[in-house]
């Protein structure tokens, strides 16, 4: 017998006034996959993570975690879930230690100094335990946001463009350690990102958004079947430039 | 909930370790106060100004807990924007609760630290001694406390709507609320029309209650209660006001954009 999806949002819709940042939205992702939510700015990729986090209440629709209303039961869903963004930042005046140590006892972790360890080895930055956060390099500063975000041990992980100012090197790093979670502890990732070539290699599923709403879905392969088109890169360009593919299909 | 609220709490005394702007917020400003406003008194006592002028200090001391309190609040939760780090917080399981009583009890120590500096400084410099009335001035401080929480609520739910075009109200809702508090100088001096808006200040009850108090050697309870009584209706009407404006702020998506932009 088949699971029930670990996300499962049906037919979102986010309006600000007379726009619809997110129209009639739906996808699931089954445990222990990696989803990535593409499109070019603008599509509603940000929207749709922070509806699904709780950060904004949908104007319709449902979003259920874990089997959970968002909703109703946002904080047992955090509780089991993480975020990590290029775009989010923590406290620069703290050490490293200080600000994993902060969070793992916001997790409500009881002796978070091992696993703070742990997750600095894992990301290759123990030397930078005691240094302030605002003196890591951009690179330094996007592992640790990683290391916050699994310091619970997450069974879903929300992560927006993650990889967005790492070098190629420690990108593919990265990547690795993503995938080697995912693979141990069945963990389940919502990801979001513009390098087309990392989604092709990280992503089971991608969904392609434009205006808000879905344009393809599928696995890469499939979605690259569905458009003819012969790269995630091309068919990314196609639909920041054309919009909706739908009805560009549709006219043709 | 105890254990995330210390966590929190633990997140912004861990500032106070290596930042000397933060500590010069507790120390440096309002002895600066408290010396301006000392040698005002002295001054206005040598050329024998008739009438208690001592109670001057009193107000420096007392507006500074008011202060401190309403400032740890929204200090704590801008900084939070400023840095980019208020989206890891509204995406920790916390409570909003908890953020904000970890802020409120940061503020509690903050006025905590800086009444006692400020009390033994004027007492050294000017003779002048808080705890003359004795510990009855205690609840007019506790009041003053949490007036300040519920101040820092409101301004607080301000800039979650409004951003940085409400940043400004950090440092101007405190100097808005002191002329018609009656800080140094009594509620009658107040024209007719600005007397009835300061009457329902419970910081104007607290501020006439000390000069009182300064004045007989006694606490005047009634004046208490009123301070008491209007704190409670301003806690619930400031929590009420937070609670509608994050609502609003969930509702068309501004935690997200105060968090990553």
Request: net charge positive; charged share 20%; proline share 4%.
């Amino acid at each position: 017998m088949s699971q029930p999806p670990v996300i499962e949002v049906r037919d979102l819709t986010k309006r600000f006034g007379a726009v619809a940042a997110v129209d009639g939205l739906s996808f699931s992702v089954e445990r222990g996959r990696i989803f990535g939510l593409l499109g070019p700015n603008g599509a509603g990729k940000t929207t749709t993570i922070q509806l699904l986090l709780g950060l904004t209440t949908p104007t319709a629709g449902t979003i259920r975690v874990f089997g959970l209303d968002v909703a109703r039961h946002r904080r047992a869903i955090l509780q089991r879930s993480n975020f990590s963004s290029a775009y989010v930042s923590l406290p620069s005046n703290l050490t490293v230690r200080e600000n994993l140590h902060v969070f793992a006892r916001l997790y409500g972790l009881r002796r978070p100094q091992r696993r703070v360890a742990e997750l600095l080895e894992l990301f290759e930055i123990p030397d930078v335990a005691k240094t302030v956060t605002g003196a890591l390099s951009s690179g330094q500063a996007t592992r640790l946001n990683l290391c916050k975000a699994l310091l619970n041990d997450p069974e879903v992980l929300f992560l927006d463009e993650p990889t967005a100012s790492l070098d190629p090197d420690i990108a593919e790093k990265v990547r690795a350690i993503l995938r080697r979670i995912q693979r141990e502890r069945a963990l389940t990732i919502l990801y979001t990102s513009h390098n087309m070539r990392e989604v092709e290699i990280l992503c089971d599923r991608v969904l392609f958004l434009s205006k808000g709403r879905s344009v393809r879905e599928g696995t890469p392969r499939e979605v690259l079947e569905q458009s003819r088109a012969e790269s995630l890169e091309q068919l990314f360009i196609s639909i920041a430039r054309d919009g909706d593919l739908r009805s560009t299909e549709e006219r043709s | 909930m105890g254990s995330r609220i210390a966590a929190l709490l633990l997140r912004y005394l861990y500032l106070y370790r290596r930042s000397v702007a933060r500590v010069m917020a507790i120390v440096f400003w309002p002895v600066m106060d408290l010396l301006v406003w000392g040698f005002v008194t002295a001054y206005l006592q040598r050329i024998e100004v008739p009438g208690p002028v001592l109670f001057l200090l009193g107000g420096v001391i007392f507006w500074d807990v008011f202060y401190s309190s309403s400032q740890a609040i929204t200090l704590s939760i801008t900084e939070e924007i400023w840095g980019r780090n208020i989206l890891n917080l509204f995406v920790a399981p916390i409570r909003v609760s908890e953020l904000m009583l970890a802020t409120c009890l940061l503020g509690a120590l903050r006025a905590l630290a800086s009444t006692a500096l400020l009390s033994l400084l004027a007492w050294i410099f000017y003779a002048f001694r808080l705890t003359s009335v004795g510990f009855a001035l205690a609840p007019f401080l506790a009041s003053l406390l949490l007036f300040g929480w519920a101040v820092g609520m409101c301004t607080m739910a301000l800039i979650l709507r409004y951003g940085q075009a409400a940043e400004a109200l950090i440092w101007g809702v405190p100097f808005l609320i002191q002329p018609l508090s009656a800080v140094f100088y009594p509620l009658s001096v107040l024209p007719a029309p600005l007397q009835s808006i300061a009457r329902l200040l419970p910081t104007t009850h607290v501020f006439e209650g000390m000069r009182e108090a300064l004045k007989t050697g006694s606490v005047d309870s009634a004046i208490l209660l009123r301070a008491f009584a209007l704190n409670v209706a301003a806690l619930l009407l400031a929590s009420l006001f937070f609670a509608w404006m994050l609502g609003r702020v969930r509702e068309k998506g501004y935690l997200g954009r105060l968090g990553m932009e």
